[in-house]
């Protein structure tokens, strides 16, 4: 822990107090720059070589706006708001934000710790869900349903009349039959890809499925949607979409301030309903992050200021 400047808003840009944050995994994975290393290069160049250009990590928020620049008109003064940080930044009582990022108001039946769950888990399972293209009746797998992105693209393909299978660790299938998955499977008894049943789509949230038993997998139209890409498979992508009708999509969310709207109009109706593990104290940081290490965590871990 350390004290900073508290920050102040520049002409287009808010500033907000922070009341909910998240522990997300890639947060993790950035703390520990735990990636392939074939990424490394580039993300030490956009991250810092020797220490990080953006020390402070977050990448979603919910909070209340404390004061404005001049020329700032989508918000006021006391607004409950919430966004995605753009990666960076939410690990602090205070943040300053331009008003043209994806940040809208937060519902008012919504709590702050549901809303700031939302942002990148939501921005990603809607992204993936539309890149599926389901139409109601269709089946879709999505392997690590339990994580943040998981949870949310279980239950916006479920608005979407999807079939739902969702693979994860026991402890956590009660939670996704509770957030109406279809079938649950344990991956540690049992392998999806041999159960003979066909897929419309998989989504692969953890990125450890298997790229040719995935495919045998997909109906002869149907899209393998990798969500945690590795060179490999992005490569072995390419070459199925030039030599195959099936389709292998791995393109990330953009942070769309229509789709933020979407997903907070989602939650306000009860469509979306996020799903909380823990809390813990922003002073408690480090044993957030090591209990979300353990990859045990169901659904969201949530950091309280």
Known sequence: MEDVEKPIPADDEVLIKLHAATVFTGDCEMRGFKFPISFWLPLRLFIGILRPKR????????????????????????DAVFAASGGWGA??????LS?????VHKPENITHEAAATVPTGGLNALHFVRKAD?????????????????TMAVQLAKAAGAEVWAVDCAI???????????????????????NDVTFDAILDVVGKSHFSRCLRALTPDGRYLLANPRIIPMLRG????KTSTQKVMFALAGEKLEDVQHLADLLADGTL???????????DMVAAHRYVETGQKIGNVVITF
Not at 99 to 103: R, S, V
Not at 273 to 283: G, M, S, T
Request: charged share 25%; proline share 4%.
């Open 55 to 78: 020390p402070i990590l977050g990448q979603e928020f919910s909070g209340v706006v404390e004061a404005i620049g001049k020329d700032v008109t989508r918000f006021a003064v006391g």
């Open 91 to 96: 690990y602090a009582q205070y943040i300053c």
């Open 99 to 103: 008003e043209d990022k994806p940040m």
């Open 134 to 150: 389901l139409k109601p009746g269709q089946k879709i797998l999505i392997n690590g349903a339990g994580s943040s992105i998981g």
């Open 172 to 194: 956590k299938l009660d939670m996704l039959r509770a957030i109406s998955a279809d079938h649950v499977i344990d991956y540690t008894r049992e392998d999806f890809t041999k």
């Open 238 to 241: 390419v070459w199925t979409n």
């Open 273 to 283: 309903k996020p799903v909380i593990d823990r809390h813990f104290a922003l002073e």
